[in-house]
């Protein structure tokens, strides 16, 4: 598969996830905010801990030893991301162990065609369970916000802090 086909087909994985756990009617249950990853973690039951780990942001591990691991010296926005991104590896079914370090947070899906495919769809299952587009629509519906109003930078920012 080329890389545009990873993405899509890593995007589609995090949609059947939030079908499967029921992510849209719970955020709407609760009247807004984000997805809660750690909660989705645990339903999978997948091991989980928060520790401190020297210059990596997160570890997935195969089965039969599966488990995540994220550091727990970095602020909470960075664990999110950091645990989708893990829990991407193990809803894709990879088989070898990854070892994430600050780099997840610059790659760029669509940039340097050099890539590893894993990586590539870990962080494409990230984006896709962190940010849906229904997840936009519950909070810029909860605060009354329309599209023009996302025009606004400050708007935006308090979007961003909600989600």
């Not at 890593?10 to 719970?26: K, M, T, Y």
Request: hydrophobic share 45%.
């Amino acid at each position: 598969m080329n890389r545009g086909e990873i993405i899509i087909d890593a995007i589609q994985e995090a949609h059947e996830v939030h079908a499967a756990l029921n992510s849209e009617e719970e955020l709407r249950a609760q009247g807004g905010g984000g997805v809660d990853v750690f909660a989705a973690i645990q339903k999978y039951s997948v091991p989980f801990v928060f520790k401190p780990l020297d210059k990596l942001l997160g570890i997935f591990l195969p089965r039969p030893d599966m488990g995540i691991m994220i550091t727990s010296e970095r602020n909470r926005a960075i664990q999110r991301f950091t645990a989708a991104h893990e829990l991407g590896h193990f809803i894709l079914n990879h088989k070898v162990p990854s070892f994430d370090d600050e780099s997840i947070l610059r790659r760029y899906a669509y940039g340097d065609m050099r890539y590893d495919a894993n990586e590539t769809a870990a962080g494409a299952v990230a984006s896709a369970l962190l940010i849906p587009e229904w997840v936009l629509e519950v909070n810029a519906e909860k605060h009354g916000w329309n599209r023009s109003s996302l025009l606004d930078s400050r708007v935006v920012y308090q979007m961003s802090l909600r989600i």
